[in-house]
Nanobody
Framework: QVQLVESGGGLVQTGGSLRLSCVGS????????MAWFRQAPGKEREFVAA????????AYVDSVRGRFSISRDNAKNTVYLQMNSLKPEDTAVYYC??????????????????WGQGTQVTVSS
């Protein structure tokens, strides 16, 4: 069982930056692919970014590529999402997710086994 706790959300103006953090429980954090998803009101949950267990492979949805960056510190059991040049359309609840995988970097929500409670990100225009 892996428990995930996100933090770092908030209200920011267009063009601003935020860094989300997700701390996971357990001693095998590096065995998990980690991902960030987001869900805006009335919309389906959307893949944002993912990292392989080692962090050597990453994936991004096209709409955030070049603005967002996923990274991880396995010694701290933490994955980060650095979000720059934020836009109003980035407003959503952001969720951290984990999947037992050393190599894969899945993009589908159904692939992930564990989820955090979410953190709200609001970008004002």
């Amino acid at each position: 069982q892996v428990q995930l706790v996100e933090s770092g959300g908030g209200l920011v103006q267009t063009g601003g930056s935020l860094r989300l953090s997700c701390v996971g429980s357990g001693r095998t954090f590096s065995w998990n692919a980690m991902a960030w998803f987001r869900q805006a009101p009335g919309k389906e949950r959307e893949f944002v970014a993912a990292s392989s267990g080692s962090g050597s492979s990453t994936a991004y949805v096209d709409s955030v590529r070049g603005r967002f960056s996923i990274s991880r510190d396995n010694a701290k059991n933490t994955v980060y999402l650095q979000m720059n040049s934020l836009k109003p359309e980035d407003t959503a609840v952001y969720y951290c997710a984990a999947k037992r995988s050393l190599i894969d970097v899945p993009r589908a929500a159904r692939e992930y086994d564990y989820w955090g409670q979410g953190t709200q990100v609001t970008v004002s225009s």
